[in-house]
């Protein structure tokens, strides 16, 4: 079931945030997310953001207005239809919808793609030195 976040949800959320962003981006060093870990559980509690939960927090979707800033399934509930899920949830709600993915995280370029989004622009991302492809869906 998706419902929204609720504070007791952060601890299980930022696992599956941290251990995600380990395991699709290993082109970036470690240290890149986990120097970042209090500034996004601080961002995660004042987006909008949805979690699957079947009984345990198994993925979830942060929005910020109408930019996706992250959408996250743990590892071993992948390849089930959750992240499908809490993105159809996200796109229900908005008239559009923007984000980033780093161009080399293969998995999610197709799954956005897949999904209805149009790539609209890549920049490199300073902070990172990756390139970023822009994606749009309306």
């Known amino acids: 079931m998706i419902r929204k976040f609720r504070e007791g949800d ?11 962003n380990l395991d699709a981006h ?14 996004s559980a ?8 949805y979690v699957f939960d ?3 927090v198994r993925g979830f979707i942060g929005l910020q207005e109408d930019y996706l800033a992250g959408l996250f399934v743990r590892d071993n509930a992948r390849g089930k239809g959750i992240g499908t899920a809490l993105l159809s949830h996200a796109v ?4 559009r919808l923007s984000v980033h993915v780093f161009a080399r995280n293969e998995r999610a370029l197709l799954f956005y793609l897949k999904n ?4 609209l622009s890549s920049a490199e991302n300073p ?10 869906i309306w």
């Open 10 to 20: 952060l601890s299980a959320v930022m696992d599956i945030w941290l251990s995600g």
């Open 26 to 39: 290993s082109f970036i060093p470690p240290s890149f997310f986990t120097e970042r870990f209090e500034e």
């Open 42 to 49: 601080s961002a995660i509690c004042k987006a909008e953001v």
């Open 54 to 56: 079947d009984g345990e």
């Open 92 to 95: 229900s709600q908005k008239k």
């Open 116 to 119: 209805g989004f149009v790539p």
């Open 127 to 136: 902070e990172a030195g990756e390139s970023e492809v822009l994606l749009e």
